[in-house]
C-alpha cells in the first residue's frame, strides 16, 4: 500500500515557476514508478511526465517538454515536479501517482495508487 499526498501548488503568474512535491509512505516506495497528471476544469485528465523505479528513465507530455523536470529521491520517498515557463493552459489540479510496474508509463490504467491532487493556477 502506497499513500501519496502531494504540495506545492498555488497561483503564479504566467512564465513563473512552482516545485510540486508529492510524499509517499510506505517502504516499497522505490519499486514504483512516478507520474504526475493534471486535469483542468471540463477537461479529462492527462499525463504530464513520469519517472521509472530507478530514476534513469523519464517520459514527458509534448506540451510540457523543455519547460516541467520530473526527479525523485527515494531516501526522502519523494517526487518532484519543477516547473518552468507556465501557461495559462498549464492551470490543473495535479495529481501524483504510484504505478507498480516500476515503468515510465503514460498510460493512467498502469498506476495503482493516487494522490489527492494540488491546485496550479497561472494567471496571464
Known amino acids: 500500500q502506497v499513500q501519496l499526498a502531494e504540495s506545492g501548488g498555488g497561483l503564479v503568474q504566467a512564465g513563473g515557476s512552482l516545485r510540486l512535491s508529492c510524499a509517499a509512505s510506505?517502504?516499497?516506495?522505490?519499486?514504483?514508478?512516478l507520474g504526475w497528471f493534471r486535469q483542468a476544469p471540463g477537461k479529462k485528465r492527462e499525463f504530464v511526465t513520469a519517472?521509472?523505479?530507478?530514476?534513469?528513465?523519464?517520459n514527458y507530455a509534448t506540451s510540457v517538454k523543455g519547460r516541467f523536470t520530473i526527479s525523485r529521491d527515494n531516501a526522502k520517498n519523494t517526487v518532484y515536479l519543477q516547473m518552468n515557463s507556465l501557461k495559462p493552459e498549464d492551470t490543473a489540479v495535479y495529481y501524483c501517482?504510484?504505478?507498480?510496474?516500476?515503468?515510465?508509463?503514460?498510460?493512467?490504467?498502469?498506476?495503482?495508487?493516487w494522490g489527492q491532487g494540488t491546485q496550479v493556477t497561472v494567471s496571464s
Open positions: 519517472i521509472n523505479w530507478s530514476g534513469g528513465s523519464t
Open positions: 501517482a504510484a504505478g507498480s510496474t516500476g515503468q515510465a508509463t503514460s498510460v493512467m490504467a498502469m498506476y495503482d495508487y
Open positions: 510506505g517502504r516499497t516506495f522505490s519499486r514504483y514508478a
